[in-house]
């Protein structure tokens, strides 16, 4: 089946410490997405990439680190730079097809938390 | 500025219809989309509207769009417990990456 898989699902890391949340996706998309969920607020968007080897910061970028290596592959790495770095965070991919951009596929994020 | 806003709460009983509201700033040609978040896990796309329509149906679910007043709202009839969840209203301005998500409307539906 088709999806995104995001792993760990649970990850605890001690301050200092530089954590890599993996993604990965086989729906062939272009593009792809890390966001922060925090209790009661929307999603904040960390980084994205449209393409291979080519990613934009999003609104929360500082503190974070990505790749874009492959297609399939979009990890984020969380470094001891990121003064709150626990919460949820959630990978997610889409396609643009004639010119629409098309909804976002979300994997089942992954809970850091900061000890 | 870009904001999407919802109300943070809506409690309902069993077999009543929910009705959870979006409003929206982006003017320019939009998808409007309802995610579904249930706990521990990640977004799933319950379904979306072009902002040149008015109205769309999928089974319980019906979307409701006011462009005038840039109001969304989600209909869910007969909810069921299963129904209970948060859910996400989400833009995107058509042909660019960047999706602007609501705070969530947290659906509990009593027994």
């Known amino acids: 089946d088709g999806g995104i898989t995001q792993s760990p699902k649970y990850l605890f890391r001690k301050e200092g410490q530089n954590v890599t949340l993996s993604c990965e996706q086989n729906l062939n998309h272009d593009a792809m997405y890390w966001y922060r969920q925090d209790p009661g607020q929307g999603l904040r968007l960390i980084y994205y990439?449209?393409?291979?080897?080519?990613?934009q910061k999003g609104d929360i970028a500082e503190g974070y680190s990505v790749s874009r290596e492959k297609k399939e592959s979009f990890p984020l790495t969380v470094t001891s730079a990121q003064k709150n770095p626990t919460a949820f965070y959630l990978c997610?991919?889409?396609?643009?097809?004639?010119?629409?951009?098309?909804?976002?596929?979300f994997g089942e994020g992954s809970r850091l938390t900061v000890l | 500025g870009e904001d999407v806003e919802q109300s943070l709460f809506l409690s309902v009983r069993e077999g009543d219809s929910s009705v959870i509201n979006c409003t929206y700033t982006?003017?320019?040609?939009?998808?409007l989309y309802w995610y579904k978040q249930e706990p521990g896990a990640g977004l799933q796309l319950l379904t979306y509207?072009?902002?040149?329509?008015d109205m769309k149906q999928d089974q319980r679910l019906t979307v409701l769009l006011n462009k005038k007043d840039k109001h969304l709202s989600l209909r869910i009839a007969d909810t069921q417990t299963g129904d209970s969840a948060i859910y996400f209203c989400?833009?995107?301005?058509?042909?660019?990456?960047?999706?602007?998500f609501g705070t969530g409307t947290r659906l509990k539906v009593l027994a």
């Open positions: 997610a991919s889409s396609i643009l097809r004639q010119g629409r951009t098309g909804e976002l596929f």
């Open positions: 989400a833009e995107v301005t058509s042909g660019t990456y960047k999706y602007i």
């Open positions: 990439s449209q393409i291979v080897n080519d990613f």
């Open positions: 982006d003017s320019s040609s939009t998808y």
């Open positions: 509207i072009f902002s040149n329509m």
